[in-house]
Structures are given as C-alpha cells and as structure tokens.
C-alpha cells in the first residue's frame, strides 16, 4: 500500500520573512504538517487491520481520525505551493474574470475570504474552491481541516487559520497574520489549479 509523504517545500524556511518567520514555517511544516501525513498513514493501516480481522466497532472513529489527518495533508500541500515569497498583487485572465463574475471583483473577494479565515471559530481555513455543478468560485470556511464544506469543492486557494500557523509572530491577532497572507499569495499556483478545476 502506497504511504502518503511529506512534500518539500519549493522555498526555504526564511522565504517567506518577514510576513511569516523561519521559525513558526520549520515548525509548521516539519512538524504539525508531518503529525499529519503520520496520522493518515497509521490510521490506514488501522482500518485495514480492522478489515482483515472483521472488527468494525471502532470504524467510524478511524474514518473520521483518517479524514482529519488526510484533509490536513492536502490542504497543507496546497497551502506551501499557494504561497510564494515573490507573490503579492492580484490574478490576472481567466481566474480574474472569474473573481469579477462569481465574487464582485478582486477587493470583495479579498474582504470575504479575510473574514472567512478570521472569524474561522477555533482552527481552520479559509478556502478559495471551484464548484463544479454550479460552475463557479466559492469561498467557504473549513472547521478543523474537514467539516462545513460543500463535497465536490475542488479547494483553488487555502488560508490557514490554526493558530500553530500565526500565534508565536501575531499572538492573537489573527486579522494582522490573514492580512500578510495576501503579501504572498502565489496566483500563478491558484490560477493553474482553476484551469484544471474548470477544465475537469
């Protein structure tokens, strides 16, 4: 059975200084996002065991154990390659008419998915997604790393809001650490994701 691994990331630590430290990115990705690939693994070889042997009284607690640690895996891996420490600005061509059409345009995509991730109760993200039946942007609020999202949303820009992301360097100021985000933003990344999405 194939493991689930740890990307690299395709930046330093340092990079993304000073809107995010060396400090809390090492930890961050060494740490919290490697606790995750380790969770998603050993809860598979759980249900299997569990499978082999025919015992499934605990089968709802893995499969939720297996969906927190697999969905905090994707949308880590996300996360590093939407961030680039050359981002900034704003989209350009189809993402940006797309922003324009489905979310009134840059500034008030920017304001609600700001919001979205601030106000995020307890750990989360603020997710930017592609929904396909209704052909269009979403932006909507991940409880944990899996709950309150609609199931085919295809995530194009993750916003990270445990606070393993932000408090050493804001405390508990997180507006100021959702704010520097948009300093990093790689929308080369986002805007291939979308082509993609859309395209699928």
Partial sequence: M?????????????????????????????????????GANDTLEQIAEARDKEQFGGLVGLEKTYAFNLSGHVLHSIFWQNLSPDGGDRPDGALRDAIDEHLGGFEAFKKQLSAATASVQGSGWGVLGWEPLGKRLVVEQVYDHHGNVGQNVTPLLVFD???????LQYRNVRPDYVQKLWDLVNWEDVANRYAVAVSS
């Fill in 2 to 38: 194939a493991n689930y691994t740890l990307p690299d990331l395709p930046y330093d630590y340092a990079a993304l200084e000073p809107a995010i430290t060396g400090e809390i990115l090492e930890l961050h990705h060494a740490k919290h996002h490697a606790a995750y690939v380790k």
């Fill in 161 to 167: 809001a445990w606070e393993h992301a932000y408090y």
